[in-house]
């Protein structure tokens, strides 16, 4: 659904097909200006004291907040999210740059006394985080401004500079923030944007200058970048993709089910990392859920998110909604059954999908991501069988499971091979505090207000010989 002419990216609304705006493409020489600057700036703010970033970050906050109704207008028309996701979007960025400037306020550093070693009773050692340098953030199109914010609040915290690569299907929102950082106060240069695709991403990771990236996307996206990257063993942070399960055992809540499963796979319409993308069922409650999910998942209302109501939106673009459909036609053939939807509709708009019978030699029930409204379940006897159909995937992002034995839901969760485990609820829950990031083809590293600080500085360790009077305390 967008348009690309050499020079020129025309960015549509998804719902209706007709463009928003028009954005030039980032040049090579282009490129290359903004990396030096990038670099340039950074050497001064790593010097900017630290309650000075905080100052300057948390007006940023507030100047988001000013902004919420404009930008999750704006996100809403070209990403084709419902305008309530995109609103909590931006409360979320928000509350992403008050926290890791609150977090990198209330920071301490190490002294250590070194006469735990003999020899060095003497000694002092200062472990101080310094920055990386220059950090690209390369953005996915199903929450560029949530994903914005946790790389670039923790980043600059730190001391690094940002160049962001948002995705071409929806950069619009993103550039506004970008463009407010600089309204809001912050130095010029500190985060600048480029706009490409994969020719400027790739341009990005191969340059020498940048010292780290940070990728949300795809597997076979973040496969080709950590390629890319080790020639000059630039650190990596991978958010991939996922295909994540629901566990749910036969004495569980099924109308909370219900909710939270209808919940976790129609947010983002459906494109989410860590949806509920496979329902795991003991076969004792199998008939009687599925009945349940395919009523009220069927019956959702799929249309433009500018109308009121409407809780599904269309897919990203033509090649999503072709794929998802191609997906869902596949499985059928392969002996799964559609209990609700299983068609496209006109535009990229994919009706919410049940598929019973699904088995775990299919594809979707291993390693094929279904980014679209699709729930497929599958019959497991006992809970052993269900952990060894969930941990059938070479993904292992997120996963929930519901019983209402709190114990027995504990036994299941520490065998599945998962970054996140969510005990009756969906999986598709990232509390901002939380490490979040994936096991095997889901990624590596952690992001969230807990972790990131960390990932995106390096420890300096500098010794001071022989200061100590060989010894602690007082004499
Ligand atoms: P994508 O891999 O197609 O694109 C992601 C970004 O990479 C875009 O900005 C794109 O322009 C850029 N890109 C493409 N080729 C590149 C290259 N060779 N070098 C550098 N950059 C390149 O992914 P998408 O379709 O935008 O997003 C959907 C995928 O992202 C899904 O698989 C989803 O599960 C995953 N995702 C993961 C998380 C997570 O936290 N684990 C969160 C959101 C999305």
Redesign the pocket.
Same mark, same amino acid.
């Given at each position: 659904m967008t348009v690309i002419d050499e020079t020129i990216l025309t960015v549509l609304n998804k719902a209706t097909g007709f463009p928003i705006d028009q954005l030039a493409f980032t040049a090579p020489v282009d490129l290359d200006r903004v990396l030096r600057t990038a670099a340039d700036v950074q050497r001064d703010w790593a010097r900017v004291s630290r309650h000075e970033r905080y100052r300057l970050m948390t007006r940023y906050a507030a100047a988001v907040a000013e902004h919420t109704d404009e930008f999750a207008a704006l996100l809403s028309i070209e990403s084709g999210k419902p305008l309530a996701q995109c609103q909590g979007e931006l409360g979320i960025c928000e509350r992403l740059f008050r926290g890791f400037a609150e977090r990198m306020l209330a920071a301490s550093e190490r002294a250590d006394f070194l006469d735990n070693q003999a020899g060095l009773e003497g000694d002092l050692l200062l472990t101080h985080r310094e920055p990386l340098g220059v950090v690209v953030a390369?953005?996915?199109?199903?929450?560029p401004i949530e994903?914005f914010a946790h790389k670039v609040a923790p980043a600059i915290a730190m001391g690094n500079t940002v160049v962001v690569?948002?995705?071409?299907e929806d950069p619009l929102a993103v550039v506004q923030l970008v463009s407010l950082m600089t309204a809001s106060g912050m130095p010029e240069g500190l985060v600048q944007v480029v706009v490409g /695709?994969?020719d400027v991403?790739?341009a990005?990771?191969d340059s020498d200058v940048p010292a780290a990236i940070s990728?949300?996307?795809?597997?076979?996206?973040?496969k080709?970048?950590a390629r890319?990257a080790a020639r000059t063993l630039k650190l990596l942070t991978l958010?991939?993709?996922?295909n994540d399960a629901m566990i749910v055992l036969p004495d569980a809540d099924l109308d909370l089910v219900v909710e939270q499963a209808v919940l976790g796979r129609s947010i983002a319409n459906g494109? #989410? #990392?860590?949806a509920n993308k496979r329902i795991v069922v003991h076969e004792s409650i199998t008939e009687d859920l599925s009945t349940r999910l395919a009523d009220r998942f069927g019956s959702l209302r799929v249309g433009d998110p500018a109308l009121d109501g409407v809780e599904v939106g269309p897919l990203i673009h033509d090649r999503a909604a072709s794929k998802v459909a191609s997906q869902v036609e596949e499985t059928l053939q392969a002996g799964a059954r559609v209990l609700a939807g299983g068609h496209r509709a006109d535009g990229n708009f994919f009706e919410p999908t049940v598929l019973a019978g699904v088995t775990p030699d299919m594809p979707v029930a291993r390693d094929e991501?279904v $980014?679209g409204p699709v729930m497929s379940i599958l019959e497991a006897r006992d809970d052993e069988t269900a952990v060894e159909i969930a941990n059938n995937s070479s993904y292992g992002?997120s996963g929930a499971i519901f019983s209402a034995d709190v114990g027995r839901a504990m036994r299941v969760a520490t065998h599945l091979q998962t970054g996140q485990v969510v005990i009756n609820g969906t999986g598709l829950y990232r509390p901002d505090v939380a490490g $979040? /990031?994936?096991y095997g083809l889901?990624?590596q590293r952690r992001e969230g207000l807990s972790e990131s600080l960390t990932e995106y500085s390096q420890n300096k360790n500098i010794v001071l010989r022989r200061v100590l009077d060989s010894g602690r305390g007082a004499r």
């Open positions: 390369i953005l996915p199109f199903n929450f994903l690569k948002p995705p071409l /695709g994969a991403g790739a990005l990771v990728f949300t996307g795809s597997t076979e996206t973040g080709t970048v890319t958010e991939l993709g996922g494109q #989410c #990392c860590c991501e $980014f992002l $979040f /990031g994936g889901s990624g």
